[in-house]
């Protein structure tokens, strides 16, 4: 019998919370602000809070019998063993927290809801959902990368998380490509994320090479205030064929390309499922992104390279958090 | 009771074969030349012919009881599960070949031995012979690098080979890190090999940057020839404190410590575990790499960060490919 579970997505400014069905996805979703002013605790109420208002509207239509549990994704240092959460970046004031237990007792004991938690890196949980519900469904083994402010990733091995000996395996954002390059990020010369995380990218548009800031089509969409440039409007002027947009997109497919050509050089990872905000281009960077893919790798590699768009938008975290309890069901029931 | 196994380490110039106790190492090997000149089939039966000569001076004294398998490690693309090798880069004239059934039925028709046989690429071979017998042996997860005349890698997880889904996986000399450098080398810009495999340090040395081609030391070491430097010359020059010569080693490890780091931000992998003939220059280059490694990584990710010498040396494959045999039974005893 198909199970169902509690998604949760922690963020910095919201936290969205699903009801999840293993053969139907969200059947329902609510989203609050996060309250981040009472600090751990405080978020701790909230997420109990939420979990129990949205639970009691699934007992009025779902079998109690099949609930699987509460899974959480949370930006920053997720120990999955322990259950602790360590200075999540967007989260001022927490240090390392017993974010599981926590909560796990908050729900018994406010709510009267005994039930597993399951916490997890939230671009971890982000792949784990595109494995089970979006664009990786078809993978036995691929990479999430997320383009947005920064540059995420997960790694799918054999369906399952790959979350490395310390739990922080993923992060190709800090991939170097170009250690001699001019660009410095956190600290670090030649980074992925450096160069084509979101704040990166207009300036990039508008360097003297993409020369974005002569093109008379961006000028107008920005009014003129290149500041204001955003990669929506590189989007629609590389649509409409404007040569520096795509000469934009292009050149951050490029990058991606050779980042995602290491993965497969170091993992004999070939598949790669891409989402964020700027895979929202789609095309325009997916395309360069393959030409680069096969050009930086050896022909040896080549079969079976294969760069897919996201499919579960922002909504990925909650699926992938949700999932996670009917995997660790799965575990428990084929181990019994 | 500890077992014994004959590991095989298949060269194109040699084959090097040993007697391998679990317990006790070594215990007495021999190297021919590979009699390349009749194909697979002529390898083939040279193979069987030096593992029947060993496994027979092996009977005289050990409990043929306890034998068991052999292990081979080749270059080029293995598939484990097939048993095949394929285009072995210095094998000419191999195309796909059976080797693992071929060496099987080899070793069972003509002389007698009933034997399961089990078949590895080499840096894989090499990287679990460093697990089990050498220098990753207090590791549960690390990296291998080979640095030699080029730059090979097998990666261990749980302490097992992980080989990747096509089993290419450890592939660090084709990891890029300067993608719009100018070296090019198997036609992929900027990766690690290219700039650091054994032929590019001398010309490395003597570029106008680092200048050894100035060095009266150098000068004096390689008989004023400087087409005949050596990396020996390097070492020996910068333990004698040649400045161009030291110059050359932090640049060295400077790249391959960007490229260790970039396996810490992908795989969350701590541990590195470095071999080959170039890195008996030891703190030559592991230091500058260990500092860039520092340098090249996020201070969430410097927890356990090590590298530490390979211990041995080029038997490190036969080591592996025999310590396979060891884990292959254990692991059906324990699955029984």
Known sequence: MPSWALGIDLGGTNIKIAVV????????????????????????????????????????????????????????????????????????????????????????????????????????????????????????????????????GGIILDRKLYRGPSGTAGEIGFMIIDFEGENVHAGIRGTIEGMIGKER????????????????????????????????????????????????????????????????????IRKFVIGGGIAAAGELIFKPAMMQLHRSTLPSMHDGLEIVPARLGNKAGIYGAAALCFASGKLVASDA
Not at 221 to 249: M, Y
Request: aromatic share 6%; charged share 20%; glycine share 12%.
């Open 201 to 268: 990218i207009v300036e990039l548009a508008c360097s003297e090479e993409l020369g974005a800031h002569r093109s008379p089509r961006l000028a107008e969409l920005c009014s003129r205030d290149f500041s204001r440039l955003s990669p929506r409007h590189l989007e629609k002027a590389a649509r409409e064929g404007d040569a520096a947009a795509l000469r934009t997109w292009a050149r951050l497919g490029s990058i991606l390309g050779v980042g995602l050509a290491n993965v497969t050089a170091l993992m004999d």
């Open 21 to 152: 069905g293993e053969s139907e996805g969200i059947l329902f979703e609510e989203t609050q602000p996060t309250d981040t002013a009472a600090g751990p605790e405080g978020v701790v109420r909230q997420l109990a809070f939420m979990a129990d208002a949205i639970y009691q509207r699934a007992a009025e239509t779902l079998d109690m019998g099949l609930f699987a549990g509460v899974g959480l994704g949370a930006p920053g240092a997720v120990d999955v063993v322990k259950g602790t959460l360590s200075y999540p970046p967007n989260l001022p004031g927490w240090g390392r927290y017993d974010l599981r237990d926590q909560l796990q007792l908050r729900l018994e004991e406010a709510h009267g809801i005994k039930t597993s938690v399951i916490i997890e890196n939230d671009a971890n949980a982000a792949a784990y959902g595109e494995a089970i519900f979006g664009g990786g469904n078809a993978f036995r083994d691929f990479m999430m990368v997320t383009l947005g402010t920064g540059v995420g």
